[in-house]
């Protein structure tokens, strides 16, 4: 059964990576909206093509047409509708891992509303500024006891606007709907809301390393900024099925699980799980044959310390990683035990992917790649002067000429700090990196990431990827600590290999083992062993959690001693 990709752009086979960036064009009506041009067109012609696969680790298992797809939003935008939600208005959905997020989020597509997927780790300050800041009009939430409770203490304090809470459970709250209850009777038919590509489709909170989360907007064209990430980065297959590890909750879950791969006419996998486990998954890529895959580098870490013999994973085609720079051991490694090489990629929640590694190149590993496709992408220097070949430099996209498809325009009602990263046509991301000979580009760090040691600039990878190497590190994070003589010095975060026992023996051979393979300035002066390591649900580390725990308590700023155990 095609897919609908034809029907956006003209040509969809390339034969290098310069043929792609010269010829590669979307085109789309100015009433173009997802849910009715892309979903509602299979289900009219092919109904049983499909859509979204689906389990929990209760026993839940579903499988979703594009026909049920289209038929279940219907429904829930006549119910959102008779609930007060129109045209404009914002609607947060706190889904985690549930089916309903697809119904929903379409559903409000077709209404022209504003989703806001937020994550279900919120506390009520969280939920207090998003329903302030968006002036928030329903809740769509999960039922958990702690979220509802969170949610409703909110609205205690802030609800000015919040007129509807949902639950998405079988039983009854007090001040909650039940959202089977309310969609049970509704209508399979939904008659179309006209929207423009240029209005708001979407809100994403996004958290720096300082301040409050911003307020990331995306128009009614960016599902098709996503055909390159998933067509040409994530390489999904006609009648395949995606699986990209997000929680619903964050910008990565409309990277890997709805718009590209639905254009491209891949499925989508999802699995909601209560916590992470990596034979977990690994059991669901065998068990339900999953062909294309997209991870943080920290599920491949663990990968390849499983024995994989265990699982069948010969259906699975492609693997690309995001979210954090890869270590080049973890990409050897991972390709000795699959035969599959990695294709890393980048972008940001303001972006869709702006640098990939894609099918025409031969990945370098630890390299992000070359830039997108409609990414004109300049790597700045503090000046704004672009920097020679393979010094680092913040990577910036001229706008002057137009806008990739995809990108944000702006954060929403914040002008300040829209222009405090967006002048001068260019728009700065805050992430530095270099360009080698090839054009390929590598990632350092986040500007805020990089330390300053005794007059060196120190990007955390470079550090990470050595320590990674070494048979006792599972997983670290690399900072720097404030040191009265150096400015900073380099500490490092370890999470051990199972057989190892934290030690001073041990944090000597590890920062020999630095000062053999890389520049002894390098080195780390602090080594820190832990348990595990701050993240987001996505799986990226936090080291600004790390630096700011850093903050508040002294570190021996000597050779050869343990910062903690």
């Known amino acids: 059964m095609a897919s609908l990709l034809s029907r956006f752009v003209s040509q969809s086979d390339f034969s290098s990576y310069d043929d792609f960036i010269a010829n590669?064009?979307?085109?789309?009506?100015?009433?173009?909206?997802?849910?009715?041009?892309?979903?509602?067109?299979?289900?009219?012609?092919?109904?049983?093509?499909?859509?979204?696969?689906?389990?929990?680790?209760?026993?839940?298992?579903?499988?979703?047409?594009?026909?049920?797809?289209?038929?279940y939003s219907n429904r829930v935008a006549n119910a959102f509708r008779r609930l007060g939600i129109g045209k404009g208005d914002t609607v947060m959905l706190i889904s985690k891992g549930r089916y309903e997020f697809w119904f929903c989020l379409l559903a409000l597509h077709k209404l022209g509303a504003v989703a806001i997927p937020a994550t279900h780790l919120m506390t009520r300050g969280d939920i207090v500024y998003r329903?302030?800041?968006?002036?928030?009009?329903?809740?769509?939430?999960?039922?958990?006891?702690?979220?509802?409770?969170?949610?409703?203490?909110?609205?205690?304090?802030?609800?000015?606007?919040?007129?509807?809470?949902?639950?998405?459970?079988?039983?009854?709250?007090?001040?909650?709907?039940?959202?089977?209850?309310?969609?049970?009777?509704?209508?399979?038919?939904?008659?179309?809301?006209?929207?423009?590509?240029?209005?708001?489709?979407?809100?994403?909170?996004?958290?720096?390393?300082?301040?409050?989360?911003?307020?990331?907007?995306?128009?009614?064209?960016?599902?098709?900024?996503?055909?390159?990430?998933?067509?040409?980065?994530?390489?999904?297959?006609?009648?395949g099925l995606h699986y990209t590890v997000s929680d619903?909750?964050?910008?990565?879950?409309?990277?890997?699980k709805i718009y590209g791969q639905w254009i491209a006419?891949?499925?989508?996998?999802?699995?909601?799980?209560?916590?992470?486990?990596?034979?977990?998954?690994?059991?669901?890529?065998?068990?339900?044959?999953?062909?294309?895959?997209?991870?943080?580098?920290?599920?491949?870490?663990?990968?390849?310390?499983?024995?994989?013999?265990?699982?069948?994973?010969?259906?699975?085609?492609?693997?690309?990683?995001?979210?954090?720079?890869?270590?080049?051991?973890?990409?050897?490694?991972?390709?000795?035990?699959?035969?599959?090489?990695?294709?890393?990629?980048?972008?940001?929640t303001e972006l869709t992917l702006t640098v990939g590694t894609f099918p025409w190149m031969e990945p370098k590993p630890g390299s992000i790649g070359k830039p997108s496709v409609g990414y004109d992408l300049r790597l700045l220097d503090l000046n704004d002067e672009e920097v020679p070949q393979g010094e680092e430099g913040e990577i910036a996209i001229y706008t002057g000429n137009g806008l990739p498809l995809g990108m944000f325009e702006g954060y929403y009602r914040d002008t300040e700090l829209t222009d405090r990263v967006w002048y001068n046509d260019f728009y700065r991301t805050g992430d530095v990196a270099r360009m080698d000979e090839d054009g390929y580009i590598w990632y350092v760090g986040r500007s805020d990431d990089l330390i300053k040691s005794a007059g060196y600039r120190i990007g955390p990878y470079e550090v990470e990827s050595v320590l990674i190497k070494h048979p006792s590190v599972q997983e670290c994070a690399v900072t720097g600590v404030p040191d009265k003589k150096r400015g900073q010095l380099i500490k490092a975060t370890v999470i051990l290999a199972e057989g190892f026992l934290p030690s001073k023996k041990l944090e000597l051979e590890l920062r020999e083992f630095v000062k053999s393979v890389t520049s002894s300035y390098?080195?780390?002066?602090?080594?820190?062993?832990?348990?595990?390591?701050?993240?987001?649900?996505?799986?990226?580390?936090?080291?600004?959690?790390?630096?700011?725990?850093?903050q508040q308590q002294d570190h021996p700023p000597v050779d050869g001693n343990i910062a903690g155990a």
């Open 24 to 71: 590669f064009k979307v085109s789309y009506p100015e009433n173009f909206n997802f849910a009715y041009d892309v979903v509602d067109v299979y289900a009219e012609e092919q109904p049983n093509k499909r859509a979204l696969v689906w389990c929990d680790d209760n026993g839940g298992d579903e499988c979703f047409t594009f026909a049920d797809m289209r038929n």
């Open 248 to 256: 619903t909750g964050w910008a990565k879950a409309v990277w890997g």
């Open 522 to 550: 390098k080195c780390p002066r602090v080594i820190e062993f832990v348990k595990e390591l701050p993240k987001t649900i996505s799986g990226k580390i936090r080291r600004v959690a790390l630096r700011e725990k850093d």
């Open 131 to 239: 329903l302030r800041e968006a002036e928030i009009k329903m809740v769509v939430s999960v039922d958990s006891d702690f979220l509802l409770e969170q949610v409703d203490a909110a609205q205690e304090v802030f609800g000015d606007y919040l007129k509807t809470k949902v639950c998405l459970s079988s039983g009854h709250r007090e001040g909650w709907l039940n959202f089977n209850n309310e969609i049970e009777h509704e209508s399979e038919a939904f008659e179309r809301v006209e929207t423009h590509v240029k209005e708001r489709m979407f809100l994403y909170f996004t958290s720096g390393t300082t301040g409050h989360p911003k307020m990331v907007q995306h128009n009614f064209a960016y599902p098709l900024g996503h055909i390159t990430t998933a067509k040409y980065w994530q390489c999904v297959v006609d009648d």
């Open 265 to 348: 006419g891949s499925a989508v996998f999802a699995h909601d799980y209560d916590r992470f486990q990596i034979t977990t998954t690994l059991r669901r890529i065998a068990d339900y044959k999953v062909t294309t895959f997209c991870a943080p580098p920290t599920v491949y870490r663990l990968i390849i310390r499983q024995d994989i013999s265990k699982y069948d994973l010969s259906a699975l085609q492609h693997c690309a990683s995001a979210g954090e720079a890869l270590e080049p051991e973890v990409f050897q490694r991972f390709f000795e035990m699959t035969g599959l090489k990695m294709f890393e990629g980048y972008g940001q």
